[in-house]
């Protein structure tokens, strides 16, 4: 008995002495806090939206090899607008709308003019910008007047565009109108003193009078608009079962209007409106 009496009290032992090398529990841990919310709202739609990407200032591709310019700008201040997270590509001018069609992309911004055929084709948005007709002639020359007072002045245009259009029905019996193939091709005949002066697309003028080819000339007079020959402007192309979508796009490009947005864009790349 007295054996058995000491085992045990050697088992107590031997087990408060456990007891007091084995680690105190860790306290319970709090529940984890949920992840704070973010402050930015989430993309409501994901679309991509294709440019030419080879008609600088306007769409061109940046030292990334990203479409950048002024449309692409545009684009992506409706992009936040509407929600929307977009994604840029560069595709073949003859590829865009028939890439639209097929639905590899979702809007076309690259100037893109309004006519019968993309009307019938195409969903179109609303105009975003319009570069209107102008004259290019000698520093100094007066271009800024009606018909008569240009009487006999030899003023070249690309021959089958519709400022050669504009021309026919506004000059037609006051200047000597000369037709070139290409409008590249009258502005030198300019610059070589064999016209007074050049009548063509804005912008198109004004880009070649920032060049030392140009050096000689500059863009003068009122701007010339005519819906009848020179068209209505620059829309973006989507499909036309799309029309939430350009109703969206043509909400962002009307507030874009309002609030001064496109007026800040336009004179980051141009001293003259678009609008």
């Not at 940046?62 to 700008?73: S, V």
Request: proline share 7%.
């Amino acid at each position: 008995m007295r054996l058995a009496a000491f085992f045990l009290v050697l088992l107590a032992m031997a087990g408060m002495a456990f007891a007091q090398q084995r680690p105190p529990a860790k306290p319970a841990q709090p529940a984890a806090k949920p992840a704070p919310k973010s402050p930015f709202t989430p993309p409501a739609f994901k679309i991509t939206i294709a440019t030419e990407a080879g008609f600088p200032p306007f769409n061109y591709l940046d030292k990334k090899g990203l479409p950048a310019g002024f449309e692409m700008e545009l684009a992506q201040e409706a992009c936040q607008r509407m929600k929307a997270e977009c994604e840029y590509v560069a595709v073949k001018w003859d590829d865009l709308i028939p890439g639209l069609l097929d639905k590899k992309f979702d809007i076309i911004m690259s100037s893109l003019e309004v006519n019968n055929e993309r009307r019938r084709r195409l969903g179109l948005s609303r105009r975003y910008y319009l570069s209107p007709g102008a004259f290019v002639a000698h520093k100094g020359e007066p271009f800024d007047g009606p018909p008569t007072l240009l009487r006999n002045k030899r003023i070249g245009v690309q021959k089958d565009s519709t400022h050669a259009d504009w021309i026919d029905k506004s000059f037609r019996r006051s200047a000597q109108i000369k037709r070139y193939p290409t409008l590249a091709d009258a502005l030198k005949a300019l610059a070589s003193d064999e016209l007074d002066a050049v009548f063509g697309d804005k912008v198109q003028l004004w880009l070649w009078s920032q060049k030392p080819d140009g050096k000689c000339c500059e863009v003068m007079g009122q701007d010339i608009k005519d819906n009848q020959t020179l068209g209505v402007g620059v829309s973006a192309g989507l499909r036309r079962e799309d029309a939430k979508l350009r109703d969206a796009l043509n909400k962002a490009f009307a507030e874009m209007n309002s609030d001064g947005t496109f007026k800040k864009l336009n004179e980051k790349y141009f001293p003259f409106s678009l609008n």
